[in-house]
């Protein structure tokens, strides 16, 4: 029994004697720098309210043909308002997005005029 002593003794000072001697823990290195983040090219606005005032009268026209054929679709005229609104208010993006869709639904409607009406 006591001979098992000083096995578990010595075997307990190699432990610590393990714990002690470790290398201290080197800290990280710094991360790096972030890359710099190029600038947006500034946006002219008075080219864009432009660009926005011939997108709406691209969907005045689109929506016209299309009601002028008893294609237009209800969400196309609805279109065809938000994006007048916008270009009343100066926002362009919003007015290009909105006379972009109603351009889209009026060709739509001019579309589905190619499929029968019933099976």
Not at 78 to 103: K, M, P, T, W, Y
Request: charged share 25%.
């Amino acid at each position: 029994m006591l001979e098992t002593w000083r096995v578990c003794a010595v075997l307990l000072a190699v432990v610590l004697a393990g714990c002690v001697t470790q290398p201290p823990v080197e800290p990280a290195p710094p991360p790096a720098p972030a890359p710099p983040v190029a600038a947006k090219p500034a946006i002219d606005e008075k080219a864009r309210a432009e660009e926005a005032k011939a997108m709406l009268a691209q969907a005045e026209t689109d929506v016209q043909r299309a009601r002028a054929k008893r294609a237009l679709w209800l969400k196309a005229w609805e279109e065809l308002i938000a994006a007048r609104q916008a270009v009343a208010g100066n926002d362009s993006e919003s007015a290009i997005r909105h006379s972009r869709r109603a351009s889209e639904f009026a060709q739509l409607g001019l579309e589905q005029l190619a499929y029968p009406a019933v099976k």
